[in-house]
């Protein structure tokens, strides 16, 4: 939609100054008017609000004739144009929300990695094959149904992707207003302990020779035993080649997950780090392509390991509290901080911000007791 026009004080008279493709146009609305009189500001509103609809429309008459004649005629004008645009609005707000969603897709795939593409943008907006009427006038009704049928985290998670495609479509001239506006933030997801929770450098030892001395997991113990040395995404690790490596300088350039490789990262298109003794020690071994290859040496199907070898070893220590491996990272990011490192070169070292390794990653000392 245009700009709105509005009457401007003119010494003392009214105008009417706005640009149409380009070019700057200006008309006195009421011959004679006064920019004191209620009346006559009211008349000159009305004449700005006919330029306005019939620039939406598509309509607008570039010589200014038709905003010129008597105001019989304006007005009939006027009346015409506001009931076009009645039902222009009208239209919009009957825009199917399964076909925004797509164009919206569309414009940002560009810009998405895969697995975002895939997972944040497709499997989980599957709902909107599901529902009844998704029309947007219908926004309450599909806020209630995604609350009753996903988890409060996906809900919102829902919420802002709709949110955020609607306003690409109010800025995209596709709809009049976002109904979506608001929405994820009357969602409370609670998060408990869980979230951060990390290992104790006890348990971290334990985990990792409970991988390294396993007849079934023992293959998967260099890859648990890096993932706590570097604090790195699994999703970085298992589609690592010896060609990252160089001495003890290795570059994350690549991402494996949901069955898709990415050729960039998460959150930036590659990061080398320096390795440790110890997770130089992990990736010391002989395979052909790939530094952490599964049994079958092809890259590792991290939903299988997350589901059978990492419970089936975190088992053998049942005086360890299940967490699930996500926590090797937040593991390497408390150490860390904890040990006095500091945050800016822990942030940089694991691919993320100090504020969101603060928020996200750092958990607190279970064995901390004041002086």
């Given at each position: 939609?245009?700009?709105?026009?509005?009457?401007?004080?003119?010494?003392?008279?009214?105008?009417?100054?706005?640009?149409?493709k380009?070019?700057?146009?200006?008309?006195?609305?009421?011959?004679?008017g006064?920019?004191?009189?209620?009346?006559?500001?009211?008349?000159?509103?009305?004449?700005?609000?006919?330029?306005?609809?019939?620039?939406?429309?598509?309509q607008?008459?570039?010589?200014?004739?038709k905003?010129?004649?008597?105001?019989?005629?304006?007005?009939?004008?006027i009346?015409?144009?506001?009931?076009?645009?009645?039902q222009l609005?009208?239209q919009r707000?009957?825009?199917?929300l399964?076909?925004?969603?797509?164009?919206?897709?569309?414009?940002?795939?560009?810009q998405l990695?895969?697995?975002?593409?895939?997972?944040?943008?497709?499997?989980?907006?599957?709902?909107?094959?599901?529902?009844?009427?998704s029309r947007?006038?219908?926004?309450?009704?599909?806020?209630?149904?995604?609350?009753?049928?996903?988890?409060?985290?996906?809900?919102?998670?829902?919420?802002?992707n709709?949110?955020?495609?609607c306003e690409?479509?109010?800025?995209?001239?596709?709809?009049?207003?976002?109904?979506?506006?608001?929405?994820?933030?009357?969602?409370?997801?609670?998060?408990?302990?869980?979230?951060?929770?990390p290992?104790n450098?006890l348990?971290?030892?334990?985990?990792?020779?409970g991988?390294?001395?396993?007849?079934?997991?023992?293959?998967?113990?260099?890859?648990?035993?890096?993932?706590?040395?570097?604090?790195?995404?699994?999703?970085?690790?298992?589609?690592?080649?010896?060609?990252?490596?160089?001495?003890?300088?290795?570059?994350?350039?690549?991402?494996?997950?949901?069955?898709v490789?990415?050729?960039?990262?998460?959150?930036?298109?590659?990061?080398?780090?320096?390795l440790?003794?110890?997770?130089?020690?992990?990736?010391?071994?002989?395979?052909?392509?790939?530094?952490?290859p599964?049994?079958?040496?092809?890259?590792?199907?991290?939903?299988?390991?997350?589901?059978?070898?990492?419970?089936?070893?975190?088992?053998?220590?049942?005086?360890?509290?299940?967490?699930?491996p996500?926590?090797?990272?937040?593991?390497?990011?408390?150490?860390?901080?904890?040990?006095?490192?500091?945050?800016a070169?822990?942030?940089r070292?694991?691919?993320?911000?100090?504020?969101?390794?603060?928020?996200?990653y750092?958990?607190?000392?279970?064995?901390y007791?004041?002086?």
């Amino acid at each position: 939609m245009p700009r709105q026009i509005n009457p401007r004080d003119n010494n003392g008279g009214i105008l009417l100054r706005w640009s149409f493709k380009g070019k700057s146009y200006s008309l006195t609305p009421v011959p004679g008017g006064r920019f004191d009189s209620a009346i006559d500001i009211k008349r000159a509103q009305s004449v700005a609000n006919l330029i306005s609809a019939d620039i939406a429309m598509g309509q607008f008459d570039q010589t200014l004739a038709k905003y010129g004649g008597s105001l019989h005629k304006t007005q009939l004008a006027i009346d015409d144009a506001q009931e076009r645009l009645k039902q222009l609005r009208q239209q919009r707000s009957e825009a199917d929300l399964r076909e925004l969603w797509e164009k919206y897709k569309a414009f940002k795939a560009p810009q998405l990695a895969p697995t975002t593409l895939k997972i944040d943008y497709g499997r989980r907006m599957n709902f909107l094959g599901k529902l009844e009427d998704s029309r947007l006038s219908q926004a309450i009704t599909i806020r209630d149904w995604i609350v009753a049928n996903t988890t409060t985290e996906q809900a919102k998670k829902i919420l802002q992707n709709l949110n955020a495609c609607c306003e690409w479509a109010v800025k995209s001239e596709l709809i009049e207003l976002n109904p979506f506006v608001g929405m994820a933030g009357q969602i409370h997801v609670k998060h408990d302990e869980e979230d951060i929770n990390p290992f104790n450098p006890l348990e971290k030892e334990a985990i990792i020779q409970g991988f390294y001395s396993s007849p079934h997991y023992g293959h998967y113990g260099r890859l648990v035993d890096f993932l706590f040395a570097t604090g790195c995404r699994p999703s970085e690790a298992i589609p690592l080649e010896w060609g990252d490596l160089r001495g003890n300088k290795l570059t994350f350039q690549r991402t494996y997950s949901d069955g898709v490789l990415s050729p960039r990262l998460k959150t930036q298109k590659k990061r080398t780090i320096i390795l440790n003794e110890r997770a130089i020690a992990a990736v010391s071994f002989d395979s052909d392509h790939y530094i952490f290859p599964s049994p079958e040496g092809k890259l590792i199907d991290w939903h299988n390991f997350a589901n059978r070898a990492w419970p089936n070893v975190l088992g053998l220590f049942p005086e360890i509290e299940y967490r699930n491996p996500k926590q090797t990272r937040h593991t390497f990011i408390t150490e860390r901080i904890l040990a006095g490192d500091s945050p800016a070169d822990v942030s940089r070292y694991v691919g993320n911000s100090p504020g969101t390794i603060y928020k996200n990653y750092l958990g607190a000392s279970r064995s901390y007791s004041p002086d």
